[in-house]
């Protein structure tokens, strides 16, 4: 689970800087939307040079680098989450505790093999309701092989965020082999959801060619790619 959103004010006293800081912030999201990281960072710089404890500056930065790591190799990858964390430790000086900078600075803390740490900041996003922390939470209890523990943390995501996908997805991995059709149903739920539907219809091709149905199993990997 991923945050990258939220809003944040400001109360500069020098004529203009509001203006030009609140420029700066839509210029960026602007180039977020466009698919430009790299531009969205420089000018998320601009906006830090002008306000260096901007909340939402500091998150998103730290965000963009976390998403840019995973396309990159070798030291870029490492430069990348290295400066993730860096903005996210910044971002936590600010708001402590923010939920949502929790939630991402763990998943930059778990890609730096630092699980511990990983999950102790989702604990405490997890506490404040967090629906993205309560599914990383579940993800990696699943990985750790407790399915019961996972189950439950996927459970509580869905009470704060019903639709949520990855801990609908979770959730149907978790309880697989006590309750398949109720995870097939919660696979196909999330089937055309992005970041999620090409784990889900895997699976569906998985258990139907497992049920003979080579067809829709050709046709669920097909999905999947």
């Known amino acids: ?7 944040v004010g400001v109360e500069e006293s020098e004529p203009g ?7 700066l ?5 602007g180039l977020e939307d466009a698919g430009k990281p790299v531009e969205a960072l420089a000018t998320w710089q601009e906006l830090l040079a002008l306000r260096p404890s901007d909340a939402d500056a500091l998150f998103r930065s730290g965000t ?5 790591h995973a396309d990159a190799t070798g030291d870029a990858a490492a430069g990348h989450l290295a400066r993730a964390e860096g903005f996210f430790r910044k971002v936590l000086e600010v708001e402590p505790d923010s939920s949502r ?8 803390l778990l890609a730096l093999d630092r699980r511990d740490e990983a999950r102790k900041v989702w604990q405490k996003a997890a506490a404040a309701a967090n629906p993205d922390a309560l599914a990383n939470l579940g993800n990696d209890s699943f990985s750790e092989g407790s399915a019961l523990a996972a189950a439950d943390f ?3 995501a869905l009470q704060v965020a019903p639709e949520h996908p990855e801990a ?8 697989m ?7 097939v149903e919660l696979f196909k739920a999330v089937a055309s959801e992005a970041g999620v539907a090409g784990r889900a219809h895997t699976v569906l091709g998985d258990l139907a060619a497992r049920q003979g149905d080579l067809t829709a199993a050709r046709d669920h990997y097909d999905k999947a790619l």
């Open 1 to 7: 689970g991923f945050a990258f959103g939220g809003e």
């Open 17 to 23: 800087l509001m203006d030009r800081i609140e420029g």
């Open 25 to 29: 912030r839509k210029k960026a999201r």
């Open 64 to 68: 963009l680098h976390y998403r840019m």
């Open 101 to 108: 900078s929790l939630n991402n600075y763990g998943l930059v």
């Open 154 to 156: 996927y459970r509580k």
């Open 168 to 175: 609908r997805l979770g959730l149907g991995l978790s309880i």
């Open 177 to 183: 082999a006590d309750d398949e059709e109720q995870a």
